[in-house]
């Protein structure tokens, strides 16, 4: 492997945590967003109103979003041993 494989295989790798981590990340952001809004204008300040929907919501999204992030991790290390083997 040359320095330009190294750095295009990174890129790939750093590409694709963030593929995989961004729909849980915008799910847990936009219920912990709401939950304060909620909050702010009810004025409502229970600390576990926050984390109770919020650890629900990315339970159910890793559920729902867990089988393509590992066809999407599965064709990663595929191609990456097919060029460490090949390479």
Do not use: H, Y
């Not at 494989?5 to 847990?28: D, V």
């Not at 159910?60 to 090949?86: C, D, Q």
């Amino acid at each position: 492997m040359n320095d330009t494989e190294l750095i295009e295989t990174a890129r790939q790798a750093l590409l694709i945590a963030i593929e995989m981590g961004a729909p849980i990340l915008l799910i847990g952001l936009l219920v912990g967003v709401s939950i304060a809004l909620l909050q702010a204008l009810t004025q409502v300040q229970e600390m576990t109103l926050v984390f109770v929907p919020k650890i629900l919501a990315i339970f159910l999204a890793l559920f729902f979003f867990l089988p393509g992030m590992m066809k999407t991790l599965v064709v990663f290390t595929e191609s990456l041993a097919e060029r460490i083997i090949g390479g």
